[in-house]
């Protein structure tokens, strides 16, 4: 069997163990942090096979700029997506929320998180000041679970490229309402839902 076809069912393997994690949470009243760690869990299982996940099968661009995203699977009604994530020296992406439960995991290279919560009391639109209240370097081996409503940044700080899975509870073309914030000025806006999502 050839690396795709080995990935793919690894992959296939990998998002039924996070169905029914999920499934379980909600009978119990709903996602919580800790059903988010069993899934980063068996994310990080995952990644063991880093064979499944070479570098040069998530190339970036000149007209990708400074990443791009590869969809590696997404079940009916845009459930349960599981992307690679590739970012070359400099990406970065402003302090945002999800809407929806994520998980991120290293694979090749590092990702620099920063966290945040909202210090502003949320009565003016368009307002929304942050406070930095913690930061993670993912890399290999290691990852970060996020709330719908929790915020943060990430930043490829080093010089080379970096390539980690992203998985959601709902698909990112379909986040509509997330929002992205203006550090300096204490704003926030409507944060577009992604689109440039390649197939692999």
Not at 16 to 38: Q, S
Not at 57 to 70: A, L, M, N, Q, R
Not at 104 to 129: A, K, L, M, P
Request: aromatic fraction near 8%; charge should be negative.
């Amino acid at each position: 069997m050839d690396i795709r076809n080995q990935r793919t069912a690894a992959v296939a393997a990998t998002v039924a163990k996070v169905r029914d994690i999920e499934a379980t949470a909600v009978e119990n009243g709903g996602v919580t942090p800790e059903a988010l760690d069993a899934i980063k869990a068996e994310l990080l299982a995952l990644t063991e096979r880093r064979d499944l996940f070479p570098e040069d099968d998530f190339p970036v661009s000149e007209e990708d700029g400074k990443g791009v995203i590869y969809r590696l699977s997404e079940d009916e009604g845009h459930r349960f997506a599981l992307y690679a994530s590739t970012g070359v020296p400099g990406k970065r992406v402003k302090p945002h929320n999800h809407t929806t439960w994520a998980v991120i995991v290293g694979v090749h290279g590092e990702e620099q998180n920063y966290f945040y919560e909202r210090t502003d009391d949320g009565s003016q639109q368009g307002i929304g000041e942050l406070q930095q209240t913690g930061d993670f370097n993912i890399v290999a081996g290691t990852g970060v679970a996020l709330m719908p409503d929790d915020i943060h940044s990430i930043e490829n700080m080093t010089d080379k490229k970096n390539v980690h899975l992203h998985m959601y509870g709902l698909a990112l073309e379909q986040l509509h309402e997330r929002v992205a914030y203006d550090t300096d000025a204490g704003t926030y806006k409507v944060f577009p839902a992604t689109q440039n999502i390649k197939p692999i």
